[in-house]
Structure formats: structure tokens, C-alpha cells
């Protein structure tokens, strides 16, 4: 009988090697880290992986990246990358931004009212000064008109 058959008739007797066999594949396998820190924080957080040798080993996990945002809205900015600020730093400026005023700072519907504040701002001026003018031509009539 192969090894396959003995351990069924094992299991079948109810004998004691079937309950040491899986006693042994229960235990758990100690592992140590592999880098400096040896304490369970967020920056050093494990996996556990087996290797072609069938040895289970530690890979450190890197942290995962939250990605830029708009600095008015909060919203997630689109076509940049989500990295560790260490690897933006290594970037090069067209890959940090995209092509448009205010461009990996602020998203295209901010930017865009922005715009527009700035125009009617603008704008308001601009009837503001027409309004005084017309006022001031409205005096200049009166004080004319008495005389």
C-alpha cells in the first residue's frame, strides 16, 4: 500500500498517527523580519510568501499611496500617478502635472470657476466705473441746468 492508503487507514481506525500528522501541519512556521525594525508598525508591515525552495520568508509591503488631490475641492486629481512622495520627487515636471493653468494643483472644474470669479469680477468693475460716469455726467446736467 502507498503512503495515500496508510494515512486513510489511519483515519479510518481513528489510530493516534492521524492526529500527530495534523497536529504538525497546524503549527505555524517562525519567521523574522528582514530589515532593522523589528516591532508590528504601519511602515513595516509583512507578507508572507514561499519561495521556490518551499522556504515561507517575510517581503515587506510598501505603503500604499493616497495620490494627489485639488487643494480647493479635495477631489481626486485625474492623469497623475499615486505615488510616495519620494517618488514624485523623482519624476520629471511633465509627468507631475498636466497640461493647463493650475495643472496637478487644482481639477479642471475648479480651475474653471476660478476662471469665470475672475471674469465677472472683472466684469462688475467695469459696470461699476459706467455707473459712476453716468452719474457724475448727471450731476454735471443739474448743476448746469440751475445756473
Given at each position: 500500500?502507498?503512503?495515500g492508503?496508510?494515512a486513510i ?8 498517527d492521524?492526529e ?17 525594525c ?6 513595516n508591515?509583512q ?8 522556504k ?7 505603503k500604499?499611496a493616497?495620490?494627489?488631490?485639488c487643494g480647493?475641492?479635495g477631489k481626486?486629481l ?5 505615488l ?11 509627468e507631475?502635472r498636466?497640461?493647463r493653468?493650475?495643472g ?5 472644474k ?8 475672475a471674469f465677472l469680477i472683472e466684469e462688475?468693475k467695469?459696470?461699476k466705473q459706467v455707473?459712476?460716469e ?5 450731476k454735471?446736467t ?6
Amino acid at each position: 500500500p502507498s503512503c495515500g492508503s496508510v494515512a486513510i487507514l489511519a483515519q479510518a481506525r481513528g489510530g493516534a498517527d492521524s492526529e500527530l500528522r495534523e497536529e504538525k501541519a497546524a503549527m505555524a512556521v517562525r519567521l523574522t523580519y528582514r530589515r532593522q525594525c523589528r516591532y508590528n508598525t504601519k511602515g513595516n508591515k509583512q507578507r508572507v510568501l514561499k519561495t521556490p525552495g518551499g522556504k515561507l520568508v517575510f517581503q515587506a509591503v510598501k505603503k500604499a499611496a493616497k495620490g494627489p488631490s485639488c487643494g480647493d475641492c479635495g477631489k481626486e486629481l485625474i492623469g497623475l500617478p499615486r505615488l510616495r512622495p519620494m517618488e514624485y520627487r523623482r519624476l520629471k515636471n511633465r509627468e507631475k502635472r498636466v497640461s493647463r493653468a493650475y495643472g496637478g494643483s487644482r481639477c479642471a472644474k475648479c480651475v474653471r470657476s476660478r476662471i469665470m470669479r475672475a471674469f465677472l469680477i472683472e466684469e462688475q468693475k467695469c459696470v461699476k466705473q459706467v455707473l459712476a460716469e453716468k452719474m457724475s455726467q448727471a450731476k454735471e446736467t443739474t448743476k448746469k441746468g440751475k445756473k
